[in-house]
């Protein structure tokens, strides 16, 4: 079957890991720096904006169709924190133990009935200039130490809901299978098939 070229525009190799093992032998994903050098700066206000504004960049500089994300983990204690500034919510230059360890901080001596969050990821997709949207939501709660060593940014101290382990103690399969990110995709990849035609005509 022919191939299907698209741009994954994202430098996270974090991302990139995931989003290749649920993308299937059939998708090539290329990569920002084929094309461009220059980071794409997140100026936007919601997940939404930045997703597409960093699709639209990859889509205007390579002319593939371009798939982008934004994900924001949003605490019910916190008023829907750290949320679209999660992966700076301790600084620009902050590393995935920064955000966790200020998360951690915040919510000390919040009990845990009160610690609801949802990992929420939005996706856009841009080909012929058009542009579409797709969206993954994860409940959980945010516990109160460090868990596993997979996964990246706040998955050590994330516990899906009818699950007891953290996002960061679940091998990578499993996690895609019930991750905000992996229901996102899902729905991208169902859309993408019905739509081949006309995305890559």
């Not at 009818?162 to 996102?184: C, F, M, V, W, Y």
Request: glycine share 8%.
């Amino acid at each position: 079957m022919e191939k299907m070229e698209i741009l994954l525009s994202t430098r996270n190799r974090d991302k990139r890991r995931e989003l290749s093992q649920m993308m299937g032998e059939e998708i090539v994903l290329h990569h920002p720096e084929e094309y461009f050098e220059e980071d794409i700066e997140e100026t936007g206000t919601s997940l939404w904006e930045n997703a597409l504004l960093k699709a639209q960049y990859g889509y205007d500089k390579s002319g593939l169709p371009t798939l982008a994300d934004d994900t924001g983990l949003e605490v019910d204690a916190l008023e829907g924190a750290p949320g679209v500034y999660s992966s700076r919510y301790a600084g620009l230059e902050a590393t995935y133990d920064d955000n966790v360890n200020k998360l951690l901080e915040e919510l000390d001596g919040v009990e845990v009935l009160k610690r609801g969050a949802r990992f929420r990821t939005v996706i856009a997709f841009i080909h012929h200039g058009a542009s579409k949207r797709f969206d993954g939501v994860l409940e959980g709660k945010i516990i109160g130490v460090k868990r596993g060593s997979s996964g990246f940014g706040y998955d050590p101290v994330f516990l899906p809901h009818n699950h007891q382990q953290t996002l960061a103690e679940l091998d990578l399969e499993l996690k895609n299978q019930i991750s905000h990110r992996g229901r996102a995709f899902r729905a991208f990849k169902i859309w993408l098939y019905s739509n081949k035609s006309v995305v890559f005509d």
